[in-house]
């Protein structure tokens, strides 16, 4: 009888696997995300300068320590809910190889870094918006992640932030088109990413907003920001750009567009930044779509 407990114990970690991870913990293929940041530089011609250069890079690796702090309190404190889920069962924090406690130290210290590091670009700017993004993030971990339809909001509102700090970086002027294009473009992306989750995951109670939500709705979500988005594009790239560049680009946009929603139509887009690093086709439309702009920034 005394053999029970043994059999459910479970079995020793080794440094070697927890520091393993930790590292995936951190989500480093979700660093992708924070490419946003260069969004901005690129479009006003200051990615290949070199302190346009310097401030960006300073920017991406402060939202990379912010997010990965962010991912991992977001792990601790979803870690009985995770474990119901046939995918994100298998986190470190989930599955037990990372403890909650050390997640959220972890966390923790790279979330008050974060800042620190955005700090090096010499402004108090910057390092407000990381913290901005930061308070967002925790906001949406600890209550607006269970409020319908404000979830969409809120992940959509990361991105932005994301974006509006490349332009801080860097020191350039944020124009109204380019927030709507940001901020239309995310919200489809996350009305892509519920509706993949709930055709997954239908009837499971992991994300306490899912039940909240009919296919049909985040299909509407999605077509309406696709729509309002291709149009703000397009009069950008006519009206405030001289020469063929920009106008071009309208093409690859659409298709990117196009592209994603197919895709989770199809039943993909649970993990967007996953599509931007499998799919060929999406890799070939915004490669060619980023080429034209960058011709038009230096050639016009």
Known sequence: MSAGPALTRRPAVSRRSRAAGLVRALRPRQWVKN?????APLAAGEL????????A?????????AASGAYLINDAADAAADRLHPRKRHRPVASGLI?????????????ASAPAVAALTGGWRLPAVVAGYLALTLGYTFWLKRQPVVDLVAVAGCHVVRALAGAVAVEVPVTSWFLVVISLG?????????EAERRANAG???RATLAAYTPGYLAQVRTMCSGAMIVTYCLWALNDHPGPFHALSIVPFVLVVLRHN?????GAGEEPEELALRDRPLQIFIAVQLALLVLGIHLT
Do not use: E, H, N, Y
């Open 57 to 65: 890079l300073i920017a991406f690796a402060a939202f990379c320590l």
């Open 186 to 194: 995310s919200l489809q992306l996350v009305a892509g990413k519920r």
């Open 48 to 55: 290949f300068t070199p302190t346009g250069a310097r401030a």
């Open 99 to 111: 403890s909650v406690p050390l997640a959220r130290a972890a966390g923790a210290v790279l979330a």
């Open 35 to 39: 490419g946003l940041v260069l969004a």
């Open 262 to 266: 197919l895709l989770v139509d199809q």
């Open 204 to 206: 499971s109670a992991t």
